[in-house]
């Protein structure tokens, strides 16, 4: 979740003296098939676990969202003002070529209050753009999401893939979803959060899922090797600008997945290695390489309780730390996976699931698209 900044906020708008150990819900569900899953069944769910939340924050992310522009990045962006606005617009123009442009759908909503300007626009990267870069495209995007969110004060993008997008803010989960009219989406693939603010106050940037590019991420925990994880990924360009130590997860995993083409099952292994202990026992070739990861990347290893859940193109995958220090439970019904922090959440949507479990410590569950074999 959050870590300790020095913001001058009401008191109402922090955790007070009672602590959550087990705060904050996630929730997702995916389609293998790639059939359009309605958005409403995410929200639903997530109603059954609202007193994880305490309206500070609440999200989700849908995959397969924008049959009408599946090849254009998909930019949803908050703005503290119309001058934020057009000066990313005059950025956006001059790198993409912008297909549409237009407010998100939105009503009003009496648990959502204080509300950014809330634009979206497809685009794709313009050829001139693209002969005279030497970055490939989605490096290209990625830096310029940074350059928006880091250079231009007011403005922030929150979704920035290709046929997906984000949609969160501050509030429980289910006026948030009810606030962008979240009835009206279907997607392969949905993702949720509702937030319970271990350090800090809930805004509406810092609502979960983050994104960077196709990947999104829920998380429900706390991250006690921050800084150590933040150091390493800024080397390699990053910001982390957000106030929370959520950000730095999804920006280790495009890194590792996209940047270093790693398999996700090897990304699992180092964001939530095996013991040293239990590696020592392990067979020879299998020793090595986890040796291996974990020297290579010992600033990316996780501490501290968490599960989270991962969206991107083609895929989802859900974790847990290595002692299971937060609770996650998994299902199937036929093409479908659910994975939540209850099975009261999973069995709102799913009844009668062929088969309901709960993950280890650290073993990744890891769904993909049959047809399309996702982007492993």
């Known amino acids: 979740m959050d870590q300790t900044v020095n913001i001058n906020v009401e008191e109402k708008n922090r955790e007070g003296n009672v602590r959550i150990p ?20 995410a929200v639903d769910a997530m109603t ?28 949803h962006i908050f703005y503290d003002d119309e001058y ?11 790198r993409f070529d912008i297909s549409n442009m237009e407010r998100i759908p939105t ?18 990267l313009l050829p001139e753009v693209k002969a005279h870069t030497e970055l490939d495209e989605e490096e290209y995007v990625c830096q310029a999401v940074i350059h928006i969110n880091t250079g231009i004060k ?18 429980y989960p289910e006026d948030v979803g009810e606030y962008y009219r979240l009835g009206d989406y279907k997607g392969y693939c949905w993702t949720a959060h509702g937030r319970y603010p271990t350090n800090t106050p809930g805004w509406w940037g810092g609502a979960h899922p983050f994104n960077i590019l196709n990947y999104t991420v829920v998380h429900n925990g706390e991250i006690s090797s921050y800084d150590a994880n933040r150091r390493f990924m800024e080397i390699y360009g990053y910001k982390c600008t957000l106030l929370t130590d959520t950000e730095v997860i999804t920006y280790i ?21 095996p013991f040293w202990s239990q590696i020592e026992r392990m067979p020879e070739k299998e020793r090595e390489k986890l040796t291996t ?76 698209l049959e047809k399309e074999g996702g982007r492993q």
């Open 22 to 41: 087990s705060g904050c819900a996630i929730c997702g569900f995916f389609s293998k098939r790639g059939r359009a899953l309605p958005a409403i069944d």
């Open 48 to 75: 059954y676990m609202h007193d994880r939340s305490n309206g500070l924050g609440g999200g989700f992310a849908g995959y397969g969202i924008y049959p009408d522009f599946p090849d254009h990045y998909a930019f």
């Open 84 to 94: 934020a606005r057009e000066q990313t617009e005059a950025f956006l123009k001059l």
């Open 107 to 124: 009503r009003k909503v009496y648990g959502i209050k204080g509300a950014p300007l809330i634009w979206r626009y497809f685009g794709q």
């Open 154 to 171: 007011g403005a922030y993008v929150f979704s920035s893939g290709k046929n997906m997008g984000v949609f969160k803010g501050v509030g």
């Open 253 to 273: 995993i495009d890194y590792l997945h996209r940047r270093r083409k790693m398999k996700l099952e090897d990304v699992a292994k180092v964001i939530a290695p």
């Open 293 to 368: 990861l974990r020297n290579m990347y010992a600033s990316l290893l996780i501490t501290g309780p968490f599960s989270i859940i991962l969206g991107y193109t083609g895929g989802m995958m859900a974790l847990n730390d290595r002692l299971k220090l937060r609770s996650m439970v998994a299902a199937e019904r036929g093409d479908v996976t659910y994975v939540a922090s209850e099975e009261c959440a999973i069995r709102s949507i799913c009844p009668d699931p062929d088969r309901i479990w709960s993950p280890a410590g650290g073993e990744p569950v890891i769904v993909e």
